[in-house]
Every structure is written in C-alpha cells, then in structure tokens.
C-alpha cells in the first residue's frame, strides 16, 4: 500500500467502472495521508503531477523522481506502483545468475540485476539506502515525504543494536520498505572490502527475516566517495552471489544513470562469476593421501566431513541454512551447553556429507600468530576425523574472505600442514579445499601452494619452470628471444607456413614468463594428462591488439571479453592453427605494427561449437569449428608462450 504525502491529483485511466476509485491525497501541510492501494488488479495506469528534482550524492544514484526534465510540473505514469517519465523510455541492461537453493524439497532461485536508473523509482519490495550518505539519505526521505521522515528519526533514537533501519515506504518512493544501513569508506582494499560485504550481509539477512522477495542496492562508494569501482563491483556481486545461496530472493543493482562506467562494470563481475562458476580443481597426491582445490560451494561436498569456522557468520549462516532447522537447533543447544569446546560435532541434516565439524578459530593481526592458528585449526580437524575413521574432508578458505587474511600466508600456512600431517600418519585422508565461485584470486593461491607441493615429480615452481626461461634483472614478464637461434627460428618458421605470405618482416619474438600463470597452466596441464591419458596439448596463435596483449602479458586471457569479435563457436577464448586467420584481429598501433600471441592451449575433449555454448559443454573440455579454430572455457586452460611482433 502506497501512501502519499504531497499535493495531487489521481487519475485512474482504466475504465472498468468496477474498478474505477476516487483517490485523494492530503497536503504535506497537516501531514495527512491517504491511501493508494497498490494493486494492479484495480487500475491499468495513473496519472501524477509531480516536482522535478535532481541531487547529486556519494552512492552513484542520483534520484531524479523518475527523470523528469526542468518545467515545475511534469506528467509521471506509475505502472504497478512504480514511477516512470512517460516521454522517456530507459534502456535497460539485465545479467542475471541464477542459484538454486533447496527448501523444504523445492528448488527456490534467486537473480542479480544490474541496471542504471532511479532507486527511488524501483519497484521492488525493499530499497537499500547508505545512511552515511547524506545526501541519498535525504532525499530519499523527501520523497518519502513526512511520514517517513518520522518514522526514520523515530527508529533512529531508539537504543536497538540492529544495523539495519527498517521503515516503510511512502509518498514517491516505489518499494515498500526502505533499509538505512551505516557504511564507511576506507583506503584499504581488505577493509573496504569487509564493509561492502557486511553491508551486503546485514541487507540480505534482515530482508530474509521480513520475507522480503526482491531488494534493490546502490552502487555504494562509487560516486563522490571515489572508491575503486572494479573492487566494489566484484565485492557487491560476490557477497550477493553468496547470500542468495541462503536467501533466494530478485537483488537489483541500480547505477547511476549518466555512469555507463559503473554499470558495465558490474555487469562484466556478474560474468565473470558465472563463468568461474563452473567446477574446476587442481589435485595432488602426498602419500597415501590427496589434497584438492576447487572452486564450488561447500554445503554440496561429497565427503565424511566438512569444516564449518565458528567466527564466519556467513560461512556457518550458509551451512546451518542448507543443513535445516534440526542442525541449527542442536549448535544453538552444544555452544550453549559447552561454550568453551574447541569443536562442535552436528549431524549433516540435509546434506550430503556425514558430519560436520565447527571448530573455534580466530584471526589475528599479528603474522606468527595468525599462522599458529592455522596449524592449530588443521591439527584439530585432523585429529577429530582420525577420531571417527573418517577418510574425506572439505576445508572452507578460512580467513580469505570478510576476515581478510593474507592469502598467500593462509594458503600456505595451512596447505603445508595438511601436507606435513598426511605425512607424518600416513594416513589415506582426502582432503578438498573448497573456494567460493568468483574469488579466483584465492584458487589461484591456494593451487599455486599445492602444485608447488608436488614432491613426486620434484615439480616445486622452480623446477616446473621451462627450462629456456632466462632470469631478468628487473623481474620483466616479456625476455626478448635472440635472433637466428633454434628458439626463434622454430617461432619464426611455424609462423611464416601459416601466414601465407600476409605480413613483410618479424621485428622480434618476446618469450612470456609470467611465473603465476604457468604455475596455473601447469597444475591444469597434469590434470587433463591424468583424466584423459593423453597430452591434448596444442601450440595456437591468438590475434589482438598491443593493449589488450600488455593486459594478457599482466592478467592471463580473461574471458570477460569474450565476443568482442564474435562467438559463432562458444562464449569463450579463442585461438587457431592459423596464423593468417589470427592476423584479422591484429590491430595495427600508430607504427604500423602488429602482434599475435603463439600460444600453448589444453585442448582436451573438443565438441562441435555454437553461438549458444556459455561455458564447457558437460563432458567435454573445448568446443571447435572442426577445422582449424578452438574455444576454451578457462582462462588458465591455454597459456601465452611467445607474443610475435611483425609487420
């Protein structure tokens, strides 16, 4: 139910007298409301007259009243509640992830959205304000119009500990509730990072709690608080991305409207997530034993146990909410029981492991510390699945994400003592690392420390490392190759029977020694090799422009650009045996030069490709034109060898 607090006239255009209603609005002067039902059913459209007005604030939003121009008086249209400029048609740009999540025996799904617009014109059952930010939080309440403003002041000065502020909507804003929530800025990533996911949090499970179904966010700190928007972007859609795991619900994401920037950013972070969502690992054997890392969701895992951290809310909120109420019962009845356990022993309610295991562990800001707390924290685990005659366990990346440890020190840390305690029982445990899909950053580090592990093969970085790679004094990734050497004439030659005569000169070969990438490729390498029995390994070319080469040289291929040149065979990265096909998407720079990566690509199991294929068709590993041209679906799954300038 709507309730207006300005001065008007309704309309009501749909001409079913049944259904037509005389609606009245008080005037803000004896701060009178009346009610406009909020209903579809009753009226097909109405007509307001409203005053134009347009702020500027920190959130990235800026609330025109639905985009209204400069006259004092401008026709409006609400449809279904929400306010629209009836001489302005929005452009809209949708990405939606869906997750399912399973409650009571039915699959729920939950969506991210990201459009620019109007928060206070969405239509949504809640919008989320910043209430640090004066001036979002201002206006919106002068649309809510005086009722609102009450109420908020009302709650403001009561004592409650709850971070979130919840008061109905009213007046001009569309959604029926508003949330203010406190969020500061900060300089530091980890911190930064922290605030948006708590913020996020606290959003997500207050809306769960009223049995909200839909829920619009700003793009908090990408306005005048000048924050990074990349690391927003990705914060904001991972920390949704892992709420509606627990609370499906429509999360909208809604931009300022003149900041395309913003937008597309966030709509490249929904797809990246999708795309690293899809299972990947990395394994290793250590005696008897097996340690894996792989990107999924924990709830999920297959195995004796999994591991459950008692200072992650969100970690065990996500467990406690896939196991069912019985489990959450029975923590609440241990913890309260024996508040000082070291562990928390649950039966797997729902899921489809045996047991789960919430053992107390804290953070800590000191380094040693913090990495004696990690062994402690394994050596507990470990002991307590001896204890049961349990032969498989899953860890979360404790401490990697709302904690902010380091993560090159947690997964070292603790990836070496999983090792050394494997070793030292000799004992047949597997275990599995489990990273939130999206946080590729910490897979990365967490296979990094297991390939590095690899005693077997004496594989440790050093010794995986090609053996015509040169050291640097300058650590440069990019090592100029001598002319008329075996190395360059075997680049220079391949290349030349494949360009068919299309270019006049190579200026010069540069070997790519990006240690991290091929560390990746590697550990990818050994488990294509494993699972097929066969070395599916084939040396591409891959055409672009210098920019997007330096990028590639930084940050591998990225795969949220793909289609820039087309998807006829997948959404995915592209390469081919060709070169003269390749040199089409060789952009010349100012002097004329062109580059093309000549590139070591896991082929794998290759199918027949399509403009529809998204991510690696189930069983299979590429997709291809059947002839020249290959598609993978993994950013670590092809690795730039040598990038050939030429004319």
């Known amino acids: 139910m709507k309730r207006c607090s300005y001065p008007t006239d309704i309309l009501l255009a749909d001409d079913n007298l049944s259904k037509r209603r005389r609606l009245e609005a008080d005037t803000i002067n004896d701060h009178s409301t009346s009610n406009v039902v909020n209903d579809p059913t009753l009226y097909s459209e109405a007509i307001f007259h409203l005053p134009t007005t347009r702020l500027n604030h920190e959130d990235g939003i800026v609330p025109s009243y639905g985009h209204l121009n400069n006259e004092s008086s401008s026709r409006v249209t609400v449809s279904n509640g929400c306010l629209h400029d009836s001489n302005t048609v929005q452009q809209t740009t949708v990405t939606t992830t869906v997750l399912p999540e399973t ?89 930064l990072r922290q605030s948006v996911s708590t913020f996020i949090c606290d959003a997500m499970s207050k809306a769960a709690s009223e049995n909200v179904r839909s829920i619009a966010f700003p793009a908090i700190g990408c306005g005048g608080y000048g924050c990074t928007i990349s690391l927003i972007a990705q914060t904001m859609v991972e920390a949704i991305s892992q709420q509606l795991t627990l609370y499906p619900m429509a999360v909208s994401v809604v931009t300022q409207s003149d900041r395309t920037d913003v937008c597309n950013e966030f709509r490249k972070q929904v797809n990246l997530f999708q795309s690293t969502s899809q299972t990947e690992s990395v394994a290793l054997g250590i005696g008897t034993g097996m340690i894996e890392v792989q990107m999924g969701d924990i709830t999920q895992q297959n195995v004796d146990v999994i591991i459950g951290s008692s200072s992650s809310r969100i970690l065990r909120r996500s467990i406690m909410s896939a196991a069912g109420a019985d489990v959450q019962m029975a923590y609440g009845d241990q913890c309260e029981k024996n508040p000082s356990a070291l562990i928390v022993s649950l039966q797997p309610g729902r899921l489809p492991c045996k047991q789960i295991f919430f053992v107390k562990w804290q953070p800590d800001s000191d380094e040693k510390l913090l990495q004696q707390s990690l062994i402690d924290f394994v050596w507990t685990v470990i002991q307590n699945v001896i204890s049961y005659k349990y032969t498989s366990v899953a860890f979360p990346a404790i401490g990697c994400g709302n904690h902010a440890c380091s993560v090159d020190l947690v997964a070292k840390t603790i990836i070496n003592e999983i090792k050394h305690q494997l070793n030292i029982r000799n004992i047949p445990l597997s275990v599995k690392f489990i990273v939130l899909p999206g946080r590729q950053n910490v897979y990365d580090e967490f296979s990094k420390q297991v390939v590095s592990l690899n005693e077997d093969s004496r594989s440790s970085i050093s010794r995986i490392l090609p053996s015509n790679w040169t050291q640097s004094a300058d650590n440069s990734l990019r090592c100029l190759v001598p002319f008329n050497t075996q190395e360059y004439n075997s ?87 060709n070169a003269a096909y390749c040199s089409r998407f060789c952009e010349a720079n100012l002097n004329g030069e062109r580059c093309m990566f000549v590139a070591r690509v896991l082929i794998g199991r290759a199918t027949q490709g399509d403009r529809s294929i998204r991510s690696r068709p189930i069983g299979f590993d590429s997709t291809t034109d059947g002839n020249h041209i290959f598609v993978v679906y993994h950013d670590a799954q092809a690795y730039a060898e040598y990038l050939i300038t030429f004319k």
């Open 103 to 191: 409650t009571r025996g039915e699959v729920v799904t939950g969506s991210i959205s990201i459009h620019q617009g109007d928060l206070i014109a969405e239509d949504t059952d809640v919008i989320v304000v910043c209430r640090s930010s004066r001036t979002i939080r201002e206006s919106v309440l002068e649309a809510g119009g005086y009722l609102m403003k009450l109420s908020y002041n009302n709650e403001l000065n009561n004592s409650s500990t709850d971070p979130v502020i919840s008061i109905a909507a009213t007046g001009q804003v569309c959604a029926r509730k508003a949330y203010f929530l406190a969020w500061k800025p900060s300089v530091d990533a980890d911190t």
């Open 491 to 577: 680049i220079a030659n391949d290349f030349d029977q494949t360009m068919n005569g299309r270019y006049t000169s190579i200026l010069r070969i540069e070997r790519i020694q990006n240690v991290r990438w091929f560390v990746q490729y590697f550990a990818h390498s050994r488990e294509f090799n494993k699972r097929l029995n066969e070395n599916t390994e084939r040396r591409l070319y891959h055409g672009c422009s210098h920019s997007a080469a330096d990028s590639i040289i930084q940050d591998c291929f990225n795969r949220s650009f793909a289609g820039t040149h087309g998807a006829t065979y997948g959404v995915g990265l592209y390469f081919s045996s």
